[in-house]
């Protein structure tokens, strides 16, 4: 059974940073295409950045060069790294995994973790 397990979100200032992570246990994630997706009050789930089995990112235009994600294999564990946050990122952050391949849909995960909050004020 695949299991996502996110920790790290917490409240923070306008302008500080904060790790999140996100480890995988019953597969391993080089062999899976992963993503981060951030869920605002009242908004629809969007899609954050996106991670191939071979490692390659690529962020939403809205956080790029803001946020950055790293990945340690032997750990099974994905790290976004998030700077200079704004209040409009200020949401629920979700690890998923297992799509067809290199998307923005939500529905195309079949794994998700329970979430971590993220709350930054300005």
């Known amino acids: 059974q695949v299991q996502l397990v996110e920790s790290g979100g917490g409240s923070v200032q306008a302008g500080e940073s904060l790790r999140l992570s996100c480890v995988v246990s019953?597969?391993?994630?080089?062999?899976?295409?992963m993503a981060w997706f951030r869920q605002a009050p009242g908004k629809e789930r969007e899609g954050v950045a996106l991670?191939?089995?071979?490692?390659?990112?690529i962020h939403m235009e809205s956080v790029g060069g803001r946020f950055t994600v790293s990945r340690d294999n032997a750990k099974n564990t994905l790290y976004p790294q998030m700077n200079n946050l704004r209040p409009e990122d200020t949401a629920m952050y979700y690890c998923?995994?297992?799509?067809?391949?290199?998307?923005?849909?939500?529905?195309?995960?079949?794994?998700w973790g329970q979430g971590t909050q993220v709350t930054v004020s300005s």
């Open positions: 019953g597969a391993a994630i080089v062999n899976y295409h």
């Open positions: 991670i191939k089995p071979i490692g390659t990112t």
């Open positions: 998923a995994a297992d799509s067809p391949g290199w998307t923005w849909e939500p529905s195309d995960y079949k794994y």
